[in-house]
């Protein structure tokens, strides 16, 4: 399993020691004060250093007898330059001098792993502390670093899709986000502070990614930091609206139809064109002999609705998927309401505003044609049809 964190810095350690005691020209022996940098699993097998500028070659070393003592480096050939107490002697290794290059990863609660970047993953990142901090995934033994969410990558040909951003949460142990791309990520690191969260479950519809952990509980107000690493080569869906108004009282673009009572003709398919029927704002419903909807605070309609009729109503709706639609409907008679042909509503709401829930499992992403069906049974009095919607 990997080890989840935030990069703090990138520390880089070159392989050197000082010399413990000052060396005179033709000395074949180097005291330092610890040679564990020169010391291969073959002692015997030697290397290379540098010693003020100069590259020697030397043949192995000799542990000094306690921890204080100065170890011995013997050198394939005398010194040419002599070397004073403190000079700096470096392990090279291909020419270059070594270096050991290390992540420095707090994990939360204090926990910080210091992990190592071999040669390849070096050219990716700049020595130095990093402000803010860059989530990273190493490996469980700690031994290589696999992935840095929001981080180009040339080798998983992966792109940055939307690096960090600071939520808010609305309420304990679930966290929105609003994405610019679509496919569900494929790493989605998220932080309280420098606190790793682990993330249980993630789901996406639309453009809102919604994220639950089950072990840590956080209340309202509380900011986390989240990144996520996408496919490049997954095809973005269309971006659909964050949550808000989809349709207000009173609202244009309907397309309407009268036919009689008893016609039982089915208008509520999506893909049934409509290009034909007459188009009006709402609210429907305004014959002759209509009391009037003042009364009950409703705005009188702008069409002519005849008695002992039916009417279809049908406009397109942009939602976000999988969310719910929360609807209010003013209207007289006997209504039916589908949405995408699948049907979400039917009552008799006798005048009184209603108020129900379309489920976000009827609820696609992007846009969507709602149908509505109402019929007047009356033969003295109109229908009346109006309806908001929100989510």
């Known amino acids: 399993m990997a080890e989840y964190g935030l990069l703090q810095e990138i520390q880089v350690q070159v392989r050197d020691t000082s010399i413990a005691v000052a060396a005179s020209v033709s000395d074949t022996e180097l005291l330092v004060d610890n040679a564990g940098d020169f010391s291969n699993e073959d002692a015997d097998e030697g290397g290379v250093l540098s010693l003020n500028g100069a590259l020697l070659e030397y043949t192995g070393v000799e542990w000094g007898i306690g921890d204080e003592d100065p170890d011995t480096i013997f050198l394939a050939a005398p010194l040419a330059v002599a070397a004073d107490v403190g000079d700096d002697v470096a392990a090279v290794i291909a020419g270059l001098v070594a270096e050991d290059w290390w992540a420095v990863v707090d994990h939360g609660g ?187 605070g409703w705005p009188n309609g702008t069409t002519q609705w005849d008695i002992e009729t039916r009417m279809w109503a049908r406009r397109t709706i942009t939602a ?36 129900f829930t379309i489920d976000g499992a009827d609820v696609p992403s992007g846009s969507s044609v709602l149908a509505v069906r109402i019929t007047d049974e009356s033969s003295s009095l109109g229908c009346y049809f109006d309806m908001e919607a929100t989510q």
């Open 110 to 296: 204090g926990d910080v792993m210091v992990g190592p970047l071999n040669t390849v993953e070096r050219a990716a990142w700049a020595p130095g502390p990093y402000d803010p901090p860059v989530p990273v995934m190493f490996s469980e033994d700690l031994t290589r670093l696999e992935d840095a969410p929001g981080r180009p990558t040339s080798s998983g040909g992966r792109v940055q899709a939307w690096d960090q951003d600071m939520l808010v949460l609305e309420g304990p142990g679930e966290v929105a986000l609003a994405l610019t791309h679509t496919p569900l990520p494929m790493s989605l690191l998220a932080f309280w502070g420098t606190q790793f969260i682990p993330i249980t479950e993630r789901s996406l519809s639309g453009n809102l990614l919604t994220v639950e952990d089950s072990d840590e509980v956080f209340g309202a107000g509380e900011v986390i930091s989240a990144w996520y690493l996408y496919d490049g080569a997954a095809p973005a869906t269309p971006e659909a609206p964050a949550p808000g108004p989809l349709l207000a009282f009173e609202s244009s673009g309907w397309k309407w139809l009268q036919i009689g009572r008893t016609d039982a003709t089915d208008y509520s398919a999506p893909a049934f064109d409509d290009s034909a029927w007459a188009t009006a704002s709402a609210a429907f419903g305004d014959p002759p002999t209509s009391p009037g909807w003042a009364s009950r």
């Open 320 to 355: 976000v998927g999988g969310a719910d639609i929360n609807v209010t409907l003013r209207a007289d008679r006997t209504v039916t309401m589908w949405l995408d042909g699948v049907e979400v509503y039917n009552g008799i709401p006798n005048g009184v505003e209603q108020t």
